[in-house]
């Protein structure tokens, strides 16, 4: 077994995270670009948001064909379990987010499009569960920043203070 993400996983991760980036700075731009362009910086935010949502189920997909690849030296067991809840919890955030969103647009009543097709409208709209839905998306959101902050700290923390393989197994490269 490597001691590496297979290639595919490795692509797959940095791409989400890019997607994550834009989906994230499409909706803090939407109040600060003028207000012809709001519109699109927040179409622009709901297809970022479907974009992540695809990569996650991609990414479990693919994570049912490789095995996770040891970490070099070993964790202790408390680590290692850590590590696979902390895991688990961004894919649920990460999925449930774009779910939430979409429900919050179709509550609302609002149009939007995906990839350029419109969406047809597929629930009652309800400004009372819109708002319920649209306030645990927020705060799922805001949750977000802390979860890929400490994703990213856990990373450091194993390269440059545990001096193990967690970060060198996902790097793009040989």
Do not use: C
Request: glycine share 6%; no cysteine.
């Amino acid at each position: 077994m490597s001691n590496r993400y297979a290639r595919s996983q490795i692509v797959l991760h940095w791409l989400t995270l890019l997607m994550v980036i834009l989906t994230y700075a499409a909706m803090l731009l939407k109040d600060s670009v003028p207000e012809a362009w709001a519109p699109l910086v927040k179409n622009l935010h709901f297809n970022f948001g479907a974009s992540v949502f695809a990569l996650m189920l991609i990414r479990l997909a693919v994570r049912t064909l490789h095995a996770t690849p040891p970490t070099t030296p070993p964790l202790e067991e408390w680590q290692e379990v850590g590590a696979k809840i902390f895991h688990w919890l961004l894919y649920v955030v990460f999925l449930m987010l774009p779910l939430l969103g979409v429900l919050t647009l179709a509550y609302g009543g609002k149009s939007w499009t995906l990839l350029g097709w419109p969406v047809p409208q597929w629930v009652t709209p309800d400004p009372v569960m819109r708002k319920l839905v649209k306030t645990v998306h927020e705060t799922l959101a805001n949750i977000g920043y802390f979860i890929i902050g400490a994703h990213a700290l856990a990373a450091l923390y194993h390269h440059y203070l545990r001096k193990d393989d967690t970060l060198r197994r996902m790097m793009p490269g040989k």
